[in-house]
Every structure is written in C-alpha cells, then in structure tokens.
C-alpha cells in the first residue's frame, strides 16, 4: 500500500496551489488564539464550538440567544459573553453549552480547506499527539494549513505545522514538500524551548497585549488534550482519541 | 537614524502581502536554476542578461538577432544557442555579448518587484557577500522574494534568503518578519552542508534530469562572485563590489 501524503501550507494564499488537491483531511491551525482556544474550551467541555468570521454575524448569533465569544484589540465586546483567549472559556457555567467564537483568520481557514477537503480538524499545541493518533487511524492524506496573520507566514503555526508533521513522517506518511520539511527542521529546532525562540517571533510581539503570559505560555503545553475538534455542519465538536 | 527593514516573501503569491510596501530594493531569488545561471554569466563576462518570460517571446528575439539561452524540460529548443545551466554560459564566444535568458518564475518575479521598488538585484549563492555590502552601501530597506516553484515554499530559495537576511542582520538591518527569522535560522542550520542538507528537497528531485551534479555544486558555492546584477531598462546588467 502506497505511504499517505502530508502537505504543509503556511498560508492560505499558498493552499491553492498546494499538491494535495483531494481525498484529504485538512488540520487547521491558527495557534495565537483561536485554534488553541478552540482546543482549550472542546477539552474543557464545551459541548460545541461555532466558528463565525465577523462581528455583525457574532453579534446576530448573540440576537438569537447564542453565548459568543468576541473581542477586537483585546477588548470584550459590549455583546459578548467571553474573550477569544483560551482561559477565557475555564468557566462553569460554559460546560455543555453551545459556544460562539469570532475568528476571521480561523473561520476563513476553516470554511476554505472544507470546500475541498473529506474532513476538517483543529490543531493546536495542545492536541499534536492526539492528532497524530485521530490521522493515522483515518488512513488518508493529511493538508495542514497555517491560518498565518493576514496571509503571512508566521513561526507559531509554522512550529505546529511541524510538531505534526514530524510525528506523521515518523508513522510512516510521506512528503514531497519542503514546507512540511522546512517546519518540521524548525520544530526540531525549538521545540526544547518553544517558549523563548517564539518569543522572537512577529506575532508574540503583536499580542503582547492580548494575551497573558499564562495564556502565552499555556498555548504552547504540548499533548494536554485527547480531543480533536472535528468540523461537521458548522460546529466544532470534540472527538476523543 | 532608524534601522533600514528588510523583510522575506516565500513566495510571488504572499509578496503582495508584505510590510515593507514602497522604497526598498528587491532582490529575486531562484537558484535552481534561473538567477544563479545570470549570476554566474554576468561574472563570467556576459555583457547583460535580458529576462523573459515565455518561449514565444525567447523565439521572437532569436530572429530579431539576439543570442537565446532556451531551454525546456532540459533540452535544449531548435532555435536556442544555449541552455540554461549555469555551465552553459561558461563559453568564449559568449563574453561580452549579450544574452536573452527565458525564465517564467524569474521574469515574472523580477517584473513584480520592478513594479513597485526603488531598484531590483538578482542574487544566488555566488554573490551573497556582493550583495550584502551593495545593500548595505545603498542604505534602504529589503525585500528578498523568493521565485519559488509553482508559488510554493521551497528550501534552495530560502537558505539563500537566510544567508542574505544573516549578514543583513549582522549590518544593522531590523526586521519584523517571520520569514526573515525562519529563514536564518534553516541558513544556520544547512550552512555547513548545504549540498547535503538540499538533496532532500523537493526540488532538487524534480530537477535531477535537468541539473547535472556539476552544476548543483556550484549554485550552492558561496561568494565565488563580486558581481551584483542590476535590473536596469528590462536588461541584467554587471555591478562588481
């Protein structure tokens, strides 16, 4: 039986002309937030996650009687419920409810590689090991897409894109893709010490306001959850390995 | 007095993304084969390099009279005089004349820089101390794009970017990209064995037919060349440092 194929793409400006057009499941990522909150709340017990990309479709679902997870420039909304960081959604009362979650770069992300794709799955640092687990049983290619910050590559995803990529090669999947073997070099490179070489990283410096150093370094603990958050009719429901 | 910037795109497809939107210069990047073969032809004495995209274009210049370095899927056209390794251009006869060079990725990529930049230079690895102290006598900002393959990531174009970007780094220039950082530390990581470390790309494979090991060789020799080209009226033409 011919290897599975793993494809890295570190932006969505990059997916189209990926190599891998079809019978694959897509791994979105999009580590500084919503892919790691996302991650967080599933694996805290969220029943279910609905990725909406902009403020007026968060601020209707919040109309229709949805709790909606909302911030821009690390200010809650007037109308939401909860921030977009990934401690924001450790609260009692959130357990076995429906959540709303504004993300432009992640629901884009989303909704993009489901066009095409047989599944789509979340990924963040907090379930690489229970990916890996999820994608070897499936048996099929694996793309894993980089939701970047507006279009650009950037280190977080790129490490994560890595971190996966090296356990799906070591499983037995194959690459002809220098992305997947660039990220996976790199996550050799860091991966003893993810926090201080992502601290020299654009996006970190960006969100210096945005999200606290335990958010900062709670988003890089590896392998903290068995769930896999699986894309099925618009929501994000967890799937434990 | 600030720093100059110097930023990296991995690709033609995420350059309209960048940071750095007006006065910079552009160095394009393509090292198997196109901006190697033109480095390596204007140092040998070739008197300018004249980009173009297509073959139509390349045929219509051989009949104006020009000397065509054509070639497709590593043979040579009926009416080409020479082909596009870095080798071919090492011939007597050829020495200060000069030279139409077809190149889709290149051309495409040297016309998209010329768009909106202060000055285009083409760099490889034989001119990366060249073009480290040009750029750094030209005191503006940088923006290296990779012409990549098919607009995807690949390694050759990026370890070149990352032993630019290192020495640009070392003068004074800041940057805010992760690209840049990630491909410094790809650089750090190759630098020792750069022919080894590229064999596993995927590139490399797809241009085993094209590229003899001779050649692959010397497109990963650093600094054999103080000739920087200069994008000047649609002709490459030699600055020595």
């Known amino acids: 039986m011919p290897s599975n194929k793993l494809e890295v793409c570190f932006s969505p400006k990059l997916y189209e002309h990926r190599l891998i057009k079809r019978n694959f499941i897509g791994v979105v990522t999009d580590i500084f937030r919503a892919t790691t909150s996302i991650c967080a709340a599933l694996d805290y017990g969220i029943s279910s996650v609905i990725p909406v990309a902009g403020l007026e479709e968060a601020r209707e679902m919040k109309a229709r009687g949805f709790l ?3 911030e821009r420039d690390g200010k809650l909304l007037d109308f939401a419920d909860i921030g977009n960081s990934p401690s924001d959604f450790f609260r009692d009362h959130l357990k076995a409810q429906e959540v709303v979650f504004s993300t432009t770069n992640g629901t884009k992300a989303i909704n ?3 066009e095409e794709s047989d599944e789509v799955i979340v990924g963040s640092f907090l379930n690489v090991k229970a990916l890996a687990h999820y994608l070897e049983r499936k048996n099929e290619n694996v793309v894993i897409l980089c939701a970047s910050w507006k279009n650009l ?10 971190a996966l990529a090296d356990k799906l090669l070591k499983k037995g999947f194959a690459t002809e893709c220098d992305s997947a073997k660039a990220s996976v070099d790199l996550w ?3 991966k003893n010490d993810l926090a201080g070489y992502l601290r020299k ?5 960006r969100l210096n306001h ?10 890089l603990t590896l392998d903290k959850s068995r769930v896999v958050p699986v894309f099925q009719n618009g929501k994000l429901i967890p799937f434990k390995v």
């Open 201 to 205: 990283s654009s996006h970190r410096n």
């Open 112 to 114: 993009l590689v489901a």
């Open 210 to 219: 945005l999200l606290s150093e335990s958010d900062y370094l709670m988003s």
């Open 188 to 190: 050799n490179m860091a």
């Open 68 to 70: 909606v997870a909302c």
């Open 153 to 162: 590559f950037n280190l977080e995803d790129t490490l994560f894109a890595g």
